[in-house]
Protein backbone atom coordinates (compact mmCIF):
# COMPACT_ATOMS: atom_id res chain seq x y z
CA UNK A 1 0.00 0.00 0.00
CA UNK A 2 1.41 3.33 -0.90
CA UNK A 3 1.72 6.36 0.95
CA UNK A 4 -0.97 8.29 -0.35
CA UNK A 5 -3.40 5.39 0.30
CA UNK A 6 -2.48 5.38 3.84
CA UNK A 7 -3.61 9.37 3.83
CA UNK A 8 -6.79 8.80 1.94
CA UNK A 9 -7.27 5.81 4.31
CA UNK A 10 -6.43 8.49 7.19
CA UNK A 11 -10.57 8.79 8.65
CA UNK A 12 -10.76 4.46 8.34
CA UNK A 13 -8.01 4.01 10.18
CA UNK A 14 -8.74 6.59 13.08
CA UNK A 15 -11.91 5.43 13.09
CA UNK A 16 -11.00 1.37 13.01
CA UNK A 17 -8.11 1.98 16.20
CA UNK A 18 -10.56 4.23 18.53
CA UNK A 19 -12.78 0.74 19.61
CA UNK A 20 -9.27 -0.90 20.17
CA UNK A 21 -8.24 1.92 22.32
CA UNK A 22 -11.17 1.49 24.13
CA UNK A 23 -11.20 -2.13 24.54
CA UNK A 24 -8.02 -1.70 25.79
CA UNK A 25 -8.49 0.77 28.21
CA UNK A 26 -12.07 -0.69 29.63
CA UNK A 27 -10.21 -3.87 29.73
CA UNK A 28 -7.91 -2.18 32.85
CA UNK A 29 -10.46 0.62 34.04
CA UNK A 30 -13.76 0.99 33.21
CA UNK A 31 -14.77 4.62 33.45
CA UNK A 32 -17.72 6.03 31.73
CA UNK A 33 -16.57 9.53 31.69
CA UNK A 34 -13.06 8.57 30.08
CA UNK A 35 -14.77 6.05 27.18
CA UNK A 36 -17.43 9.12 25.96
CA UNK A 37 -14.96 11.50 26.12
CA UNK A 38 -12.03 9.14 24.43
CA UNK A 39 -14.89 8.10 21.74
CA UNK A 40 -15.58 11.88 21.03
CA UNK A 41 -12.07 12.41 20.94
CA UNK A 42 -11.47 9.19 17.90
CA UNK A 43 -14.42 11.12 15.72
CA UNK A 44 -12.91 14.05 15.88
CA UNK A 45 -9.82 12.99 15.20
CA UNK A 46 -11.46 11.21 11.87
CA UNK A 47 -13.59 13.92 11.04
CA UNK A 48 -10.22 16.19 10.96
CA UNK A 49 -8.63 13.73 8.91
CA UNK A 50 -11.08 14.73 5.88
CA UNK A 51 -9.03 17.36 4.94
CA UNK A 52 -5.47 15.71 4.96
CA UNK A 53 -7.64 12.40 3.14
CA UNK A 54 -8.77 15.06 0.70
CA UNK A 55 -5.80 15.94 -0.70
CA UNK A 56 -4.75 12.34 -1.54
CA UNK A 57 -8.56 11.59 -3.13
CA UNK A 58 -9.61 10.44 -5.79
CA UNK A 59 -7.71 7.25 -5.23
CA UNK A 60 -8.52 3.29 -5.56
CA UNK A 61 -7.06 1.35 -2.27
CA UNK A 62 -6.99 -1.95 -4.02
CA UNK A 63 -10.07 -2.77 -5.75
CA UNK A 64 -12.09 -2.91 -2.80
CA UNK A 65 -12.43 0.78 -1.53
CA UNK A 66 -12.46 4.12 -3.87
CA UNK A 67 -11.62 6.99 -1.82
CA UNK A 68 -12.88 9.98 -3.35
CA UNK A 69 -14.95 13.09 -3.05
CA UNK A 70 -18.49 11.31 -2.50
CA UNK A 71 -16.65 8.77 -0.43
CA UNK A 72 -15.48 11.65 2.11
CA UNK A 73 -18.45 13.39 1.74
CA UNK A 74 -20.60 10.56 3.53
CA UNK A 75 -17.65 9.78 6.06
CA UNK A 76 -18.02 13.29 6.81
CA UNK A 77 -21.93 12.75 7.70
CA UNK A 78 -21.51 9.64 9.52
CA UNK A 79 -18.94 11.54 12.08
CA UNK A 80 -20.78 14.46 12.03
CA UNK A 81 -23.86 12.25 12.56
CA UNK A 82 -22.67 9.75 15.78
CA UNK A 83 -21.22 12.72 17.56
CA UNK A 84 -24.67 13.44 18.72
CA UNK A 85 -25.11 9.91 19.26
CA UNK A 86 -22.48 9.55 21.96
CA UNK A 87 -23.31 12.43 23.34
CA UNK A 88 -26.56 10.94 23.52
CA UNK A 89 -25.60 8.01 24.77
CA UNK A 90 -23.98 9.20 27.82
CA UNK A 91 -26.85 10.90 29.22
CA UNK A 92 -29.08 8.16 28.16
CA UNK A 93 -26.76 5.12 30.14
CA UNK A 94 -25.96 7.15 33.05
CA UNK A 95 -27.46 5.55 35.77
CA UNK A 96 -29.18 2.98 33.93
CA UNK A 97 -26.13 0.56 33.59
CA UNK A 98 -23.60 -0.04 35.32
CA UNK A 99 -21.46 -1.69 31.92
CA UNK A 100 -21.88 1.51 29.84
CA UNK A 101 -18.55 1.37 27.98
CA UNK A 102 -19.20 -1.64 25.44
CA UNK A 103 -21.93 0.73 24.13
CA UNK A 104 -19.36 3.22 22.59
CA UNK A 105 -17.66 0.56 21.03
CA UNK A 106 -20.36 -0.55 19.30
CA UNK A 107 -20.90 2.57 17.99
CA UNK A 108 -17.90 2.84 16.77
CA UNK A 109 -17.59 -0.09 15.23
CA UNK A 110 -20.95 0.45 13.43
CA UNK A 111 -19.35 3.86 12.76
CA UNK A 112 -16.59 1.85 11.08
CA UNK A 113 -18.96 -0.42 8.92
CA UNK A 114 -21.05 2.62 7.70
CA UNK A 115 -17.69 4.60 6.28
CA UNK A 116 -16.77 1.15 4.51
CA UNK A 117 -19.60 1.42 2.86
CA UNK A 118 -19.63 4.88 2.23
CA UNK A 119 -16.51 3.92 0.40
CA UNK A 120 -17.37 0.10 -1.54
CA UNK A 121 -16.59 -0.03 -4.74
CA UNK A 122 -16.82 -4.02 -4.77
CA UNK A 123 -19.41 -6.30 -3.20
CA UNK A 124 -16.56 -8.07 -1.02
CA UNK A 125 -16.26 -4.65 0.73
CA UNK A 126 -19.69 -4.12 0.52
CA UNK A 127 -20.40 -6.77 2.83
CA UNK A 128 -18.04 -6.62 4.72
CA UNK A 129 -19.19 -2.50 5.77
CA UNK A 130 -23.05 -4.61 5.61
CA UNK A 131 -21.56 -7.12 8.75
CA UNK A 132 -19.78 -4.50 10.38
CA UNK A 133 -22.56 -2.66 10.68
CA UNK A 134 -25.47 -4.85 11.02
CA UNK A 135 -23.40 -6.88 13.88
CA UNK A 136 -23.24 -4.10 16.13
CA UNK A 137 -26.48 -2.94 15.50
CA UNK A 138 -28.07 -6.50 16.85
CA UNK A 139 -26.22 -5.58 20.40
CA UNK A 140 -26.69 -2.05 20.45
CA UNK A 141 -30.69 -2.77 19.80
CA UNK A 142 -30.50 -5.48 22.94
CA UNK A 143 -27.93 -3.63 24.68
CA UNK A 144 -30.58 -3.36 28.01
CA UNK A 145 -30.68 -6.87 28.18
CA UNK A 146 -32.68 -7.55 31.32
CA UNK A 147 -35.73 -5.83 29.60
CA UNK A 148 -38.17 -7.35 27.54
CA UNK A 149 -38.38 -4.91 24.52
CA UNK A 150 -35.18 -4.30 23.58
CA UNK A 151 -34.37 -8.54 23.71
CA UNK A 152 -37.60 -8.89 21.35
CA UNK A 153 -36.75 -5.92 18.99
CA UNK A 154 -32.88 -7.40 18.80
CA UNK A 155 -34.19 -10.71 17.85
CA UNK A 156 -36.80 -9.80 15.38
CA UNK A 157 -33.93 -7.48 13.84
CA UNK A 158 -31.55 -9.99 13.63
CA UNK A 159 -34.15 -12.42 11.79
CA UNK A 160 -35.04 -9.98 8.89
CA UNK A 161 -31.33 -8.76 8.91
CA UNK A 162 -29.86 -12.14 7.86
CA UNK A 163 -32.82 -12.67 5.48
CA UNK A 164 -32.23 -9.16 3.36
CA UNK A 165 -28.54 -10.36 3.96
CA UNK A 166 -29.64 -13.64 1.96
CA UNK A 167 -31.55 -11.47 -0.96
CA UNK A 168 -28.07 -9.66 -1.26
CA UNK A 169 -26.32 -12.28 -1.35
CA UNK A 170 -28.23 -13.96 -4.07
CA UNK A 171 -28.76 -10.72 -5.94
CA UNK A 172 -24.64 -10.78 -5.96
CA UNK A 173 -23.79 -14.23 -7.10
CA UNK A 174 -26.13 -13.56 -10.14
CA UNK A 175 -24.42 -10.35 -11.38
CA UNK A 176 -21.36 -12.36 -10.65
CA UNK A 177 -22.69 -15.34 -12.58
CA UNK A 178 -23.47 -13.02 -15.66
CA UNK A 179 -20.93 -10.35 -15.69
CA UNK A 180 -18.27 -11.99 -14.08
CA UNK A 181 -16.79 -9.08 -11.89
CA UNK A 182 -17.79 -8.08 -8.56
CA UNK A 183 -16.28 -4.23 -8.70
CA UNK A 184 -19.11 -1.86 -9.33
CA UNK A 185 -16.92 0.02 -11.81
CA UNK A 186 -16.50 -3.49 -13.88
CA UNK A 187 -19.74 -4.02 -14.60
CA UNK A 188 -21.48 -3.50 -17.78
CA UNK A 189 -25.32 -3.40 -17.80
CA UNK A 190 -26.32 -3.61 -21.25
CA UNK A 191 -28.95 -5.86 -22.56
CA UNK A 192 -27.20 -5.88 -26.16
CA UNK A 193 -23.70 -7.46 -24.87
CA UNK A 194 -24.78 -9.51 -21.94
CA UNK A 195 -26.05 -13.56 -22.84
CA UNK A 196 -28.37 -13.55 -20.43
CA UNK A 197 -29.53 -10.06 -19.65
CA UNK A 198 -32.81 -11.76 -18.18
CA UNK A 199 -30.86 -12.90 -15.32
CA UNK A 200 -29.84 -9.08 -14.31
CA UNK A 201 -33.20 -7.90 -13.32
CA UNK A 202 -33.90 -10.44 -10.87
CA UNK A 203 -30.38 -10.12 -9.39
CA UNK A 204 -30.89 -6.32 -8.97
CA UNK A 205 -34.26 -6.94 -7.75
CA UNK A 206 -32.70 -9.13 -5.21
CA UNK A 207 -29.99 -6.46 -4.00
CA UNK A 208 -32.94 -3.70 -3.73
CA UNK A 209 -34.75 -5.64 -1.81
CA UNK A 210 -31.33 -6.19 0.14
CA UNK A 211 -30.39 -2.63 0.21
CA UNK A 212 -34.33 -1.61 0.95
CA UNK A 213 -34.54 -3.12 4.31
CA UNK A 214 -31.74 -1.29 6.08
CA UNK A 215 -33.20 1.79 4.47
CA UNK A 216 -36.27 0.78 5.90
CA UNK A 217 -38.53 1.52 2.17
CA UNK A 218 -42.21 -0.11 1.50
CA UNK A 219 -42.35 -2.74 1.80
CA UNK A 220 -39.27 -3.84 3.82
CA UNK A 221 -40.65 -1.30 6.58
CA UNK A 222 -42.11 -3.93 8.75
CA UNK A 223 -39.53 -4.12 11.37
CA UNK A 224 -39.49 -0.13 12.42
CA UNK A 225 -42.05 0.42 14.76
CA UNK A 226 -40.92 -2.60 16.85
CA UNK A 227 -37.10 -1.82 16.85
CA UNK A 228 -37.62 1.66 17.51
CA UNK A 229 -39.87 1.30 20.33
CA UNK A 230 -37.22 -1.47 21.91
CA UNK A 231 -34.61 -0.04 21.09
CA UNK A 232 -32.22 1.88 23.71
CA UNK A 233 -33.04 5.52 22.27
CA UNK A 234 -28.99 6.21 20.82
CA UNK A 235 -29.46 2.77 19.26
CA UNK A 236 -33.14 4.22 17.46
CA UNK A 237 -31.35 7.49 16.55
CA UNK A 238 -28.11 5.63 14.94
CA UNK A 239 -30.38 3.43 12.82
CA UNK A 240 -32.05 6.18 11.81
CA UNK A 241 -29.66 8.66 10.93
CA UNK A 242 -26.14 7.01 10.21
CA UNK A 243 -27.29 3.54 9.14
CA UNK A 244 -29.98 4.60 6.35
CA UNK A 245 -27.41 7.75 5.05
CA UNK A 246 -24.51 4.90 4.57
CA UNK A 247 -26.69 2.87 2.64
CA UNK A 248 -27.64 5.31 0.39
CA UNK A 249 -24.21 6.46 -0.34
CA UNK A 250 -23.63 2.83 -0.60
CA UNK A 251 -26.78 2.27 -3.23
CA UNK A 252 -26.33 5.35 -5.43
CA UNK A 253 -22.47 4.43 -5.57
CA UNK A 254 -23.74 1.39 -7.07
CA UNK A 255 -26.47 2.00 -8.71
CA UNK A 256 -24.10 4.92 -10.91
CA UNK A 257 -20.75 2.87 -10.65
CA UNK A 258 -21.90 0.08 -12.32
CA UNK A 259 -24.15 1.83 -14.64
CA UNK A 260 -27.39 -0.01 -13.49
CA UNK A 261 -29.45 3.21 -13.19
CA UNK A 262 -29.48 3.25 -16.53
CA UNK A 263 -30.57 -0.24 -17.37
CA UNK A 264 -33.30 -1.66 -19.25
Known amino acids: MSRAQVIAMLPLLILAATPVVLMVGVAFRRSHAATAVLSLAGLAAALASLRTAAAAAPIQVTPLLMIDAYALFYTGLILSATIPVVLLSWGYFEGRTRRPE ?30 LLSVSLYAMIA ?12 IKYLILAAASAAFLL ?7 AELGTMEFGAMRFDAATNTHPAILLPALALIIAGIGFKLAVVPFHMWTPDVYEGAPAPAAAFIATVSKGAMLALLLRFFYG ?3 HGYE
Open 102 to 131: EFYILVLVAALGSAVLASANHFISLFLGLE
Open 143 to 154: YLHWRDLPVEAG
Open 170 to 176: FGMALIY
Open 258 to 260: SGA
